[in-house]
Structures are given as C-alpha cells and as structure tokens.
C-alpha cells in the first residue's frame, strides 16, 4: 500500500490580510512600529532598533528566496552607512543605534517600494 507524500509548506510570515492602518512612518514616534510594505520597527536588545519583516506580496516585485535577498536588495538600492545588516537565512535584521536613524531608513524602504508599485 503506497502512502501520500508529505506535503510540507514553508511560509517564512504569515499572510497579512488586510492593509494594517498606520500613520505614515515618519509620524511615528513610539513603540514598534508597523509599515504597509511589510517591514516592521522595534527595539532591539535593548537599546537598538531594528527593521525587520518581509515585503508584502503587493510590495514584492522579484523572488526573495531568503532574508539574504532582500538584504541584498536594500544594500544595492538603499545603502545606509550607519545600518547594520545582520540577517539570518529567513529573518531580516537592519540595526541602528537609535530610533531616528531607523525610521527614517524604513521611510526610504517604504518610498522607494510605493514608487515601485506606481510605476509597476
């Protein structure tokens, strides 16, 4: 008797449903913070902050294997001299030493994928 084959399924985050209401990510100034693309602003041990997250399917223009490529991505497109990239195979790590410097690089992402998307 042959059995099914195990399906396996890997999804590195879960599906957003909807579009999460957020103010524009330069307004933010407290608490983790939440961006329409997918990427999301929080602390960090401790006293840093990091962006972390994964495009969302209506931000996402390439196929993304791993966190790798979408660090690679941002690198090319929008490199920031004060990022640390810090990724692991399914989880993105860019890290700042304070809040301002991490949200105004999460506004860059944020601008340059809408643009994108107008121009897709």
């Given at each position: 008797?042959?059995?099914?084959?195990?399906?396996?399924?890997?999804?590195?985050?879960?599906?957003?449903?909807?579009?999460?209401?957020?103010p524009?990510?330069?307004?933010?100034?407290?608490?983790?913070?939440?961006?329409?693309?997918?990427?999301?602003?929080?602390?960090?041990?401790?006293?840093?902050?990091?962006?972390?997250?994964?495009?969302?399917?209506?931000?996402?223009?390439?196929?993304?294997?791993?966190?790798?490529?979408?660090?690679?991505?941002?690198?090319?497109?929008?490199?920031?001299?004060?990022?640390?990239?810090?990724?692991?195979?399914?989880?993105l790590?860019?890290?700042?030493?304070?809040?301002?410097?991490?949200?105004?690089?999460?506004?860059?992402?944020?601008?340059?994928?809408?643009?994108?998307?107008?121009?897709?």
């Amino acid at each position: 008797m042959s059995e099914d084959p195990i399906n396996y399924q890997y999804t590195l985050f879960p599906p957003v449903s909807a579009p999460i209401e957020t103010p524009p990510v330069a307004e933010a100034t407290e608490g983790p913070l939440i961006s329409r693309t997918g990427f999301v602003l929080q602390t960090y041990a401790g006293d840093s902050w990091c962006i972390t997250g994964w495009p969302t399917p209506d931000y996402t223009f390439r196929s993304y294997s791993s966190a790798y490529d979408v660090e690679d991505f941002l690198q090319q497109r929008l490199p920031n001299p004060v990022a640390v990239f810090d990724s692991e195979s399914s989880q993105l790590f860019v890290i700042f030493k304070n809040r301002a410097d991490a949200a105004a690089y999460l506004a860059r992402i944020e601008e340059h994928l809408v643009k994108i998307k107008e121009l897709a």
